[in-house]
């Protein structure tokens, strides 16, 4: 299977190392803004073709699929772009920053019936899979979630240290993990939501600290705590309170409430979030099947987030 990644920053780079890990897979160009920068990351991993071109990798012989990891503000525009292309998209998360421009990508993916997934990375995390998979078979019924999700980004950097083209969002970026991983682990869709948030950077123009409360159907809880102000430790740090114990994860690891270490190694092939997620996109192309984390199952979270959104802005 021929296809593109779009975006040579950090991001791009962990999807190019998880593909390595596929067999049948073939990355045949990276596209990214600078020519130069690109071309290093490409150089590294063995793909022949370079464009700052999005539309020129599409056009390439054979290419079947895409995988963006460009700035948000350019998913939604893209992914539809991939889609008119006639390729299957994979689009990092967030989706989108709007619920209009979320939707537009959803009416063309059915429109077309290609395979459009959003790279809701938590929902193939080892970790998440093994509390996933205990819900399913009726051993674990959450109570609350409670979330960190802590970054020290006062500038635009991104996740290598290196200088960003474009504004992070915790709303519509980070939050959107844990909205969607709460709804999809729960099984159950948000009823109530609420957001408060601290000032506005003076430059970046964006919130630095959030607060979220969500509630299901029947009374399942998830409070999220959000900073871009916090010095360490860095990442998400989830904890399940559950009906039959308390667990934490930490991107592929996961202990319980004492923290003794459990074991997730056998949850699936790799123990690596982004590879799985590729993997789930391939296979579903292959098999001719909607993926987990789909466009269409993931938009609850976003409609979520512009509940959110339009709340902080009255």
Known sequence: MKVIVAGAGAFGEK??????????????????????????????????????????????????????????????????????????????IPLADSREDAEAVLKLAEETGLVCMVGHTRRFNPSHQWVHNRIKAGELSIQQMDVQTYFFRRTNMNAKGEPRSWTDHLLWHHAAHTVDLFQYQTGEKVVQANAIEGPHHPELGIAMDMSIQLKTETGKICTLSLSFNNNGPLGTFFRYICDNGTYMARYDDLV???????????????????????????????????????????????????????????
């Not at 593909?19 to 150089?43: F, P, W, Y």
């Not at 699936?268 to 269409?296: H, K, T, W, Y």
């Open 15 to 92: 999807h190019l190392d998880g593909i390595k890990n596929i067999d049948g897979v073939e990355v045949v160009a990276l596209v990214g803004r600078e020519i130069g920068s690109t071309q290093k990351v490409a150089d590294a991993h063995g793909i022949a073709t370079v464009t700052t071109d999005l539309q020129e990798a599409l056009d390439l012989p054979g290419v079947e699929a895409a995988i963006l990891c460009t700035p948000t503000q350019m998913h939604a525009a893209q992914a539809i772009q991939c889609m008119k292309a006639g390729k299957h998209v994979q689009v990092e």
């Open 256 to 314: 319980d409430g004492y923290e003794k270490p459990i074991d997730v190694s056998k949850v699936d092939v790799s123990m690596n979030g982004i590879e799985l997620q590729d993997r789930e996109f391939f296979a579903a192309i292959r098999e001719g099947r909607e993926p987990n984390s789909s466009v269409q199952k993931v938009m609850p979270c976003y409609q979520v987030l512009d509940q959110l959104e339009k709340q902080l802005q009255s």
